[in-house]
């Protein structure tokens, strides 16, 4: 039977297509109408309408070319690309996803827009691009070198590095005492419910951090990192898809798969693994603090058919010991949203009949969250990715990013209102916000992040299987989108940037002063197949192979 959310998605895609079938919304158009939520009635939300949402940009339109297209009067620079030092023995890795810029004073309070620490996850290595093994090496098995290996597990996880806005442009800063790799060779403690179990196989570390997605800050100035796709480093237990080490005991699956916790602030803290969150397909987290101030933590497992879940902290966070909040996300509860009754359900060994029947422990049941959500109630939904709390009226979005199998091929945003608009409420209203698709221009949404206005910075990866093919044929490029939450331009997406050859475009956000917003494009040229004809030089062309960098964007005010 399809769920309340299926059936809802669907039929806001129907009548987006009837209407555009009619001649009032026009395909191919880079800005065009996203229907207004004429399904829903929302009666929790109080909306807050914010006026100023002016399209302050020309919007651009769809590209193919192999370049970052930005509107007029703003400009962007490379801050780190891969293969640049991060440290005298570090290298900024490959495939960086999210990006956050947290201000040199934010433990101060301060909100410098000018000087600041910009961490950066790193998803996954190219063994093409970095040890020219190809398609051919991989079917015929061909076993990597420990230099070949090292260097792939040395390309992954987090960089965390200083950069300083000098003469209008941002610069990495060289030596800096912050600057630092987390990598698959970062020794990562296992804390929180799970840890030092018997399904953990009793680890107290964990061989590294792997598959960094995207991620959050806490508002005590720690990042979150997401460990998303760890399955795709495995083909089966301790067989490594990329051919690190077929043998290795270290590299136990079960370690994989979590929210990390890590001080930028403190070069010699330990990273952590806070399995309390469960462990699924982390795609990021985003963090609110409750009226009570309890931490609500929300994350999306991005996979077909699974689901969207929610942490609220036992202890309460403490504005004035930045210490004290240091292991808060090991003690709470997790839920799972059931969009079908709108409420989060519990996912508790001790509290649940339905998870002490098939499963051992609460271990257990963290270990193997996506199964125990279903017994719960948990809502199959389109791949969850990104989700962003919005700063003007406290509402939760959440990208779905397709799922061709339930005939959803562009995705949607879905808001969540927390009952009484308290995040720590186990009721909830939902609308689907927007659809992706040639109405609205958009496709296959993915990182969210919002500006102070509320305005909705969607950035989008159609797969490199279908993008510039097809029914994505007219998406063109992996773009961003600005798509007000309020106001006469409400739900309608306009176009701000063009990613150049194969990429994805991650990360998106912006400084306290919103003057600059930091991206990161990943995997241009990621079709290659051969060194010598790559499918994008992406970003210093010539005869340079492309490379994935974190960019700075400015101009966004004078
Ligand atoms: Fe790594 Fe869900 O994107
Ligand atoms: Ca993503
Ligand atoms: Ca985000
Ligand atoms: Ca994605």
Known sequence: MKSRLEVLIN??????????????????????????S????????????????????KPIVPSDEDKFIIPEGFSYNVIRKWGDRISASEDFGYNNDYTAYLPIDFLEGGNNSEDGLLVVNHEFPSPLFINGYTDDDFRNNRIKTKEEVDAEKRSVGISVFRVKKVNGEWRFAEDDKFNRRIDALTPVKLCGKAAGSEELKFSEYSAGTIANCSGGITPWGTLLSGEENFQDYFTSENLWEYRWNDADKDFIVENYGWVVELDPFDKNSEPKKRTSLGRFRHENVAVNISA???????????????CVYKFISEKNYDKTNRENNFDILDKGD?????F?????????????????????????????????AKFVGGTECNRPEDIEINPVDNSVFIAFTNNSK???????????????????????EWEVFATGGTASGFSCPDNLTFDSKGNLWVLCDISNSKLNKDIYKSFKNNSLFMIPTSGE??????????????????????????????????????????????????????????RPAVIAITGFKK
């Open 11 to 36: 039929r806001k895609i129907s009548r987006r297509k009837m209407l555009k079938d009619a001649g009032k919304a026009s395909a191919f158009l880079a800005v065009s109408s996203v229907l207004p």
């Open 38 to 57: 004429e399904f829903f009635n929302i009666p929790f939300l109080k909306e807050k309408i914010n006026n100023s949402s002016d399209i302050f940009f």
């Open 292 to 306: 009570d101030n309890k931490v609500v933590a929300y994350m999306g497992d991005d996979k077909i058919n699974e």
């Open 334 to 338: 997790l839920y799972v949203a059931d």
């Open 340 to 372: 079908e009754n709108n409420k989060w359900q519990l996912i508790d060994f001790e509290k649940r009949e339905e998870l002490k029947k098939n499963f051992r422990s609460q271990a257990d049941v963290l270990i193997n969250c996506d199964k125990a």
């Open 406 to 428: 339930k005939k959803d091929n562009f995705g949607s945003i879905v808001r969540i209102i927390e009952r009484n608009n308290d995040s720590e409420s186990l009721e909830f």
């Open 489 to 546: 331009n409400k739900g309608k997406a306009f176009q701000f940037a063009s990613g150049p050859a194969d990429c994805e475009m991650c990360g998106g956000n912006f400084t306290p002063d919103e003057s600059t917003m930091f991206l990161a494009v990943q995997h241009p040229g990621e079709n290659t197949v051969s060194l010598d004809k790559p499918t994008s030089r992406w970003p210093d062309y010539g005869s340079d192979i492309p």
